[in-house]
């Protein structure tokens, strides 16, 4: 498969839009079906029936969101088992997200959507999230693993997360939350739509909003640490007796007052929550736009088409500290890196202090540099998918085919500024123009088809799918600010790849069942990398049972073994770049990445008569992995065969209760994850590289004072534990402290 088939492929696509039934009614039809973005997206996405998945998957729904109200997607996946999260900034403003091992640096092995569309600011050519959408405003959220990961692509190693917006209601509503913390916080989320017939059809809208505001939990007694997010969403539809179209705008502005800067282990334990003067003037600033256009026909006899256009737009500038320069100190050579500094102070002293930039003190010019990461990006393209069900001789066949042919680009024109600490006061002292730090253009061309056929015979049902990604992508680097002229390196990589699947499940008894598969793990290789590197590539097993009892008892227990013939690692700012170019990706080769996830639920009044609920859950994860040989690079660092794999705890564990009445409500998740290491290595951690162990307890509770009307509660890390959430990119970060929301919550 070729691109030279994709213009005929689209007008296919297209001819299908035009070629379908009439929005019209006529008169002997039946009323029209009450759509939202869930049903819109069932096609491509499982939510409306896990347990028939055969394979792992999470789904976490409205009620479940709303009884925590998170508004922190790394909070929320806490119930779903094999996730590996690495926190950075304690408010979920860019996680970093991993599943089963795969390396949670800014999600980018994990494919990310909204309704259906690729989120990730450039997918394929630029994978890394620095935009991700904002969970409070979310209906469900679905994390898949295992072979159903194929359906969705481009990367198929981790796991693919599904994001749910607000759906158009089917009759007026209106809803509207707000929530006030002690440390300064605010949030407000509000939405009003309706469904009303409009002659021969049915309209409908909505309008959201929401609103976060934090001071920030860090001191920094010469700027600001917390930030503000505004986002927007604007839908419309038009329903018919056999097919709908929806049209979703959506608008996010963020300025964020966030550094890469952490501390010294001995500043942490002094104060963890402080941050050095030089990291004054750090500060985020970007916005975010989706145009999306779902159309849905109801083809009879179970059949069913959906086609998504759509285009993402994402500008972003962080203005930060990048780079140390000691040139003209008389400190230690050694100590040229912000990471050396921070885990060396005292053998760096000149340059510490030159971070530290205490009252008084004066540097040389140019000793910190500063970088303005501006990039914008923009991801477009249409996407259909066609399902339906088969039956012949007692066999049933759900068949799904879909096709996407996706565009994005990434367009770098940076400056990097010197900058001296003048009185705890950063000073410009060489203002450089903008282009002269990284002026470059990366984009990416891609045709992706995917088929599937679930086949029910009986007990048994097998699941076979296969994806293929035919991917264009290519960069051009500058060398000076000037685009007119020929560009000063050119790099292109146009590959195919067939990524196939099979899994099954069969149901011993009705409330037994055992299931098991295989599939591809794909990963590209960044289009920036000037290394000689493969496309990560492995073989995913998965196995194991699920239990549905007739009390309601559910529990599922899966083993994985991920046989990666080549992990990538990827030099980024937010992993700690020094010693390496930001953008080369870097093999680590084979790898064995295997574990347990285990998840249980009941409701414990469905055995005892109270008159009340009490939800219980379980999610555990055990998790090891195994680098298989012995390597030296710029960004593993010196492995030795045998070494466990960075930010993969071994246990993770979440339990989460609650006690509910026709008024009111009380719930807790306990949060605990075992020590990670910071480096990849073996045996015991060194306490320089140690990070965790942690427990984090959450709670909340409600009390309706009438229909409509509900007092909310909520404490987050109720215990006030203090933990290190990670050691990278530069020094030692905090988790957030407690922090105690009171709010309202009303709807009409």
């Given at each position: 498969?070729?691109?030279?088939?994709?213009?005929?492929?689209?007008?296919?696509?297209?001819?299908?839009?035009?070629?379908?039934?009439?929005?019209?009614?006529?008169?002997?039809?039946?009323?029209?079906?009450?759509?939202?973005?869930?049903?819109?997206?069932?096609?491509?996405?499982?939510?409306?029936?896990?347990?028939?998945?055969?394979?792992?998957?999470?789904?976490?729904?409205?009620?479940?969101?709303?009884?925590?109200?998170?508004?922190?997607?790394?909070?929320?996946?806490?119930?779903?088992?094999?996730?590996?999260?690495?926190?950075?900034?304690?408010?979920?403003?860019?996680?970093?997200?991993?599943?089963?091992?795969?390396?949670?640096?800014?999600?980018?092995?994990?494919?990310?959507?909204?309704?259906?569309?690729?989120?990730?600011?450039?997918?394929?050519?630029?994978?890394?999230?620095?935009?991700?959408?904002?969970?409070?405003r979310m209906s469900a959220v679905e994390l898949t693993k295992g072979p159903a990961t194929i359906k969705y692509g481009p990367n198929t190693t981790a796991g693919a997360l599904q994001l749910f917006s607000t759906p158009i209601p089917t009759e007026a509503k209106a809803h509207a939350d707000i929530m006030v913390s002690d440390l300064g916080r605010v949030k407000a989320h509000a939405y009003?739509?309706?469904?009303?017939?409009?002659?021969?059809?049915?309209?409908?809208?909505?309008?959201?909003?929401?609103?976060?505001?934090?001071?920030?939990?860090?001191?920094?007694?010469?700027?600001?640490?917390?930030?503000?997010?505004?986002?927007?969403?604007?839908?419309?539809?038009?329903?018919?007796?056999?097919?709908?179209?929806?049209?979703?705008?959506?608008?996010?502005?963020?300025?964020?007052?966030?550094?890469?800067?952490?501390?010294?282990?001995?500043?942490?334990?002094?104060?963890?929550?402080?941050?050095?003067?030089?990291?004054?003037?750090?500060?985020?600033?970007?916005?975010?736009?989706?145009?999306?256009?779902?159309?849905?026909?109801?083809?009879?006899?179970?059949?069913?088409?959906?086609?998504?256009?759509?285009?993402?737009?994402?500008?972003?500038?962080?203005?930060?500290?990048?780079?140390?320069?000691?040139?003209?100190?008389?400190?230690?050579?050694?100590?040229?890196?912000?990471?050396?500094?921070?885990?060396?102070?005292?053998?760096?002293?000149?340059?510490?202090?030159?971070?530290?930039?205490?009252?008084?003190?004066?540097?040389?010019?140019?000793?910190?540099?500063?970088?303005?990461?501006?990039?914008?990006?923009?991801?477009?393209?249409?996407?259909?998918?066609?399902?339906?069900?088969?039956?012949?001789?007692?066999?049933?066949?759900?068949?799904?085919?879909?096709?996407?042919?996706?565009?994005?680009?990434?367009?770098?024109?940076?400056?990097?500024?010197?900058?001296?600490?003048?009185?705890?006061?950063?000073?410009?002292?060489?203002?450089?123009?903008?282009?002269?730090?990284?002026?470059?253009?990366?984009?990416?061309?891609?045709?992706?088809?995917?088929?599937?056929?679930?086949?029910?015979?009986?007990?048994?049902?097998?699941?076979?799918?296969?994806?293929?990604?035919?991917?264009?992508?290519?960069?051009?680097?500058?060398?000076?600010?000037?685009?007119?002229?020929?560009?000063?390196?050119?790099?292109?990589?146009?590959?195919?790849?067939?990524?196939?699947?099979?899994?099954?499940?069969?149901?011993?008894?009705?409330?037994?069942?055992?299931?098991?598969?295989?599939?591809?793990?794909?990963?590209?290789?960044?289009?920036?990398?000037?290394?000689?590197?493969?496309?990560?590539?492995?073989?995913?097993?998965?196995?194991?049972?699920?239990?549905?009892?007739?009390?309601?008892?559910?529990?599922?227990?899966?083993?994985?073994?991920?046989?990666?013939?080549?992990?990538?690692?990827?030099?980024?700012?937010?992993?700690?770049?020094?010693?390496?170019?930001?953008?080369?990706?870097?093999?680590?080769?084979?790898?064995?990445?295997?574990?347990?996830?285990?998840?249980?639920?009941?409701?414990?009044?469905?055995?005892?008569?109270?008159?009340?609920?009490?939800?219980?859950?379980?999610?555990?994860?055990?998790?090891?992995?195994?680098?298989?040989?012995?390597?030296?690079?710029?960004?593993?660092?010196?492995?030795?065969?045998?070494?466990?794999?960075?930010?993969?705890?071994?246990?993770?564990?979440?339990?989460?209760?609650?006690?509910?009445?026709?008024?009111?409500?009380?719930?807790?998740?306990?949060?605990?994850?075992?020590?990670?290491?910071?480096?990849?290595?073996?045996?015991?951690?060194?306490?320089?590289?140690?990070?965790?162990?942690?427990?984090?307890?959450?709670?909340?509770?409600?009390?309706?004072?009438?229909?409509?009307?509900?007092?909310?509660?909520?404490?987050?890390?109720?215990?006030?534990?203090?933990?290190?959430?990670?050691?990278?990119?530069?020094?030692?970060?905090?988790?957030?402290?407690?922090?105690?929301?009171?709010?309202?919550?009303?709807?009409?």
């Open positions: 498969m070729t691109f030279k088939t994709s213009a005929s492929l689209l007008a296919l696509t297209t001819a299908c839009l035009i070629a379908t039934p009439s929005f019209a009614q006529d008169s002997d039809a039946t009323a029209p079906r009450a759509l939202n973005a869930i049903d819109t997206i069932t096609v491509i996405g499982t939510v409306n029936s896990v347990d028939d998945v055969t394979g792992s998957i999470t789904f976490i729904g409205p009620e479940e969101l709303a009884l925590q109200s998170y508004s922190d997607i790394n909070r929320v996946l806490r119930a779903a088992p094999g996730v590996n999260i690495q926190e950075e900034d304690g408010y979920g403003l860019r996680p970093n997200i991993g599943i089963r091992g795969s390396g949670a640096d800014r999600s980018s092995k994990v494919v990310i959507m909204e309704d259906g569309v690729l989120m990730a600011p450039a997918p394929y050519s630029a994978p890394a999230a620095y935009y991700f959408p904002v969970t409070g009003a739509g309706n469904r009303f017939e409009a002659g021969d059809v049915d309209l409908g809208f909505l309008i959201e909003t929401y609103q976060d505001h934090a001071d920030g939990f860090k001191d920094l007694d010469t700027g600001d640490t917390g930030f503000d997010v505004e986002d927007y969403v604007l839908k419309g539809g038009i329903y018919g007796a056999n097919q709908s179209l929806e049209l979703k705008f959506q608008y996010k502005d963020e300025v964020s007052d966030e550094t890469y800067l952490g501390l010294t282990q001995a500043d942490f334990d002094t104060n963890p929550y402080q941050r050095y003067n030089a990291s004054q003037l750090d500060q985020m600033t970007n916005d975010h736009k989706t145009y999306q256009l779902t159309h849905n026909i109801d083809l009879g006899d179970s059949w069913n088409l959906t086609t998504i256009a759509y285009r993402a737009e994402f500008a972003r500038n962080w203005f930060k500290l990048d780079r140390f320069d000691n040139s003209q100190l008389s400190g230690s050579g050694d100590c040229n890196a912000l990471d050396e500094i921070l885990r060396a102070p005292v053998l760096c002293s000149a340059e510490f202090e030159v971070l530290q930039g205490a009252a008084g003190y004066v540097s040389p010019d140019d000793v910190l540099q500063l970088r303005a990461n501006n990039r914008t990006y923009y991801a477009q393209g249409i996407q259909s998918a066609v399902a339906g069900e088969i039956d012949a001789g007692g066999i049933t066949h759900n068949l799904t085919a879909s096709i996407r042919y996706h565009e994005d680009e990434v367009d770098r024109f940076q400056e990097q500024d010197g900058y001296r600490i003048d009185n705890s006061r950063l000073v410009l002292t060489t203002d450089n123009a903008p282009g002269t730090q990284a002026n470059r253009l990366s984009d990416a061309k891609a045709l992706s088809a995917y088929v599937e056929d679930r086949i029910v015979i009986n007990d048994m049902t097998v699941t076979a799918g296969l994806r293929v990604e035919d991917v264009s992508t290519s960069q051009r680097r500058w060398n000076t600010p000037d685009r007119a002229l020929a560009p000063d390196s050119a790099r292109d990589n146009d590959y195919t790849k067939w990524l196939p699947a099979l899994s099954a499940k069969y149901d011993i008894t009705d409330q037994v069942s055992i299931l098991g598969g295989v599939h591809k793990g794909f990963s590209a290789a960044p289009v920036s990398s000037r290394q000689s590197t493969d496309s990560e590539s492995s073989t995913v097993f998965e196995g194991g049972m699920r239990y549905r009892g007739d009390s309601g008892f559910k529990l599922d227990a899966i083993g994985f073994f991920n046989d990666y013939s080549n992990l990538l690692g990827e030099c980024m700012n937010s992993s700690g770049g020094n010693e390496c170019d930001i953008g080369d990706a870097f093999n680590a080769g084979e790898v064995d990445v295997y574990g347990l996830e285990l998840t249980a639920s009941h409701d414990l009044a469905d055995s005892v008569e109270t008159g009340l609920s009490i939800p219980v859950s379980l999610a555990y994860s055990f998790t090891e992995s195994e680098i298989k040989t012995s390597f030296s690079d710029s960004f593993w660092g010196d492995v030795v065969a045998g070494d466990a794999l960075p930010y993969v705890p071994r246990h993770q564990l979440t339990v989460s209760a609650g006690v509910h009445g026709d008024r009111f409500g009380i719930d807790a998740v306990v949060n605990t994850v075992s020590t990670a290491r910071n480096v990849a290595g073996q045996g015991d951690i060194p306490a320089s590289e140690k990070v965790g162990p942690r427990t984090v307890v959450d709670a909340a509770a409600y009390y309706d004072l009438k229909d409509g009307v509900r007092l909310k509660l909520k404490v987050e890390n109720l215990l006030d534990d203090t933990y290190v959430a990670a050691r990278r990119p530069y020094g030692l970060r905090p988790g957030k402290p407690r922090e105690v929301f009171a709010g309202l919550a009303l709807d009409f």
